[in-house]
């Protein structure tokens, strides 16, 4: 059975940084897209980063630019989202997930996306 496992959350301070990873089970990510999400209680779910495995292209938006990458670990079963200057809007549950069919560019749409890890804590305290 597929299944996606987000690690790497926990409490941290205003500036600090954090890097999460996204480990697959029962595939490799080969050249599928792969998208980071965040969700705070009480909002939507958004999107924070993206990577396309097949050729290491990232997207951010504005929002985490500057302070969010993304990027694939050699063997293609584990992305990592490293963190930096995080601040206490940072503050939600982070999520990964995979878009289904491969060569597909990678988006901040959360439709696109069909298999979901369980989601990684991340607290930034002021």
């Known amino acids: 059975e597929a299944q996606l496992v987000e690690s790497g959350g926990g409490l941290v301070q205003a500036g600090e940084s954090l890097k999460l990873s996204c480990a697959a089970s029962?595939?490799?990510?080969?050249?599928?897209?792969i998208g980071w999400f965040r969700q705070a209680p009480g909002k939507e779910r958004v999107w924070v980063a993206c990577?396309?495995?097949?050729?290491?292209?990232?997207s951010v938006p504005d929002y985490t630019k500057g302070r969010f990458t993304v990027a694939v670990g050699s063997a293609r079963d584990v992305v990592f989202l490293q963190m930096n200057a995080l601040e206490p809007e940072d503050t939600a549950t982070y999520y990964c997930?995979?878009?289904?069919?491969?060569?597909?560019?990678?988006?901040?749409?959360?439709?696109?996306?069909?298999?979901w890890g369980q989601g990684t804590q991340v607290t930034v305290s002021s």
């Open positions: 990577l396309n495995v097949r050729d290491g292209t990232a």
């Open positions: 997930a995979v878009h289904p069919a491969p060569y597909v560019m990678c988006s901040g749409y959360v439709p696109d996306y069909e298999l």
């Open positions: 029962g595939f490799t990510f080969e050249n599928h897209g």
